[in-house]
């Protein structure tokens, strides 16, 4: 694993305890949260900071595979009360997702403390958190190079000045779908993502769950489709798995030069079609870098044709 060059990666967000039920089965109180996905991906790439919360009934050793990456977890608050708890349920379309219940516990009064040695990151990650509390964060880091940011459609409607705020302070946006849309109100899904270009972003990245993924900035665009996996179990967590090696793989190069934005495409959707094999983050702790790299080449076979001669 090539992380000794790497620039580190920041990311602000959820560590919660998921409930999920699927056509598969069900797994309850299991790992979950922006933060914890997307650092589980990014470390396969470059060191990683987490600033979240958790309550004092979060089993901690379940982070013990993070640490082993060379996670830093310095940024995680233990605060009194429970832990976020998140309750979803899939139906045989993984990209139709309903949530029963969203307890939000401890993440209701978080505000995010950077500690002092986090401020100078380069790379930062603001997961879908309340967007006033994302430009916090933006408030406390010196001088970042890259800055990316997801939201929700619970922030596009209830704050959606701040979440504007948001946009115009970073290089990146990575959304759904749904959310890009919503937040350019336009059906068309091209025109909406240039729209949100037009917001303030370099690049945006839209995730189409099982479709894929495309990125616009004003001149380019491209485009990655999902993995074809046989075996999705439980999709929850791969926008944020996908983030996590999107910009992990974006510190470990140092370059937002189209190639590597292209490469970077292909990385995060490798490791998020990993992320749904198995509940929670298990396929995550056993994957290992030679799988990453061998799925991207499968990529590469799969997308690769040839133009007819003349
Ligand atoms: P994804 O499937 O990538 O969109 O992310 C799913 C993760 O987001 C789950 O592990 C949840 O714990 C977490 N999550 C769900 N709702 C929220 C919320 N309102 N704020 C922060 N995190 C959330």
């Known amino acids: 694993m090539a992380c000794n060059v790497a620039e580190e990666v920041l990311v602000v967000g959820s560590v919660a305890l998921d409930t999920v039920h699927t056509p598969y089965g069900e797994c309850t109180d ?6 914890t996905f997307f650092a589980a991906a990014a ?16 089993p901690m050793d379940q982070l013990r595979f993070l ?4 996670v830093d977890l310095t940024g995680l608050q233990i605060a009194r009360g429970r832990t976020f ?3 979803g349920h899939y139906g045989t379309d993984p990209n139709a997702r309903r949530t029963l219940d969203t307890q939000l516990n401890v993440f209701a009064d978080f505000r995010p403390v950077l500690p002092e040695a986090y401020r100078d990151t380069a790379y930062v990650f603001l997961a879908n958190i309340d967007p006033a509390l994302q430009l916090e964060v933006l408030h406390q880091m010196r001088s970042p190079n890259v800055v990316a940011c997801d939201t929700m459609n619970f922030w ?8 504007m705020d948001v946009l115009r302070s970073v290089q990146i946006v990575i959304l759904n779908d749904a959310e890009v ?3 350019a109100d ?12 037009d917001m303030g972003p370099e690049v945006v990245v839209v995730k189409k769950g099982e479709h894929g993924a495309f990125m ?5 665009f491209f485009t990655v489709p999902a993995f074809p996996t046989e075996s999705v179990v439980d999709p929850t967590g791969a926008g944020d798995t996908f983030a996590g090696g999107f910009m992990g793989y974006l510190a470990r190069t140092g370059s937002l030069e189209e190639g590597m934005l292209r490469r970077a495409m292909v990385y995060g959707s490798a490791v998020a079609s990993f992320a749904v094999e198995q509940f929670s983050v298990e396929r995550l702790k056993t994957l290992t870098y030679s799988e990453i790299v061998e799925r991207c080449r499968m990529f590469r076979k799969m997308t690769a044709f040839e133009e007819e001669e003349g």
Not at 156 to 163: F, H, R, T
Not at 216 to 220: F, G, L, N
């Open 30 to 35: 299991g790992l979950g949260g922006s933060a």
């Open 43 to 58: 470390s396969f790439f470059a060191p990683v900071r987490v600033v979240g919360v958790v309550g004092e009934d979060f």
């Open 67 to 70: 640490r082993a990456r060379s």
């Open 85 to 87: 708890r998140w309750i």
């Open 156 to 163: 596009i409607e209830g704050a959606p000045g701040v979440v």
């Open 181 to 183: 849309r919503q937040l």
């Open 186 to 197: 336009d059906p068309h899904l091209i025109r909406a993502a240039r729209k949100v270009l």
């Open 216 to 220: 616009v900035s004003s001149d380019r």
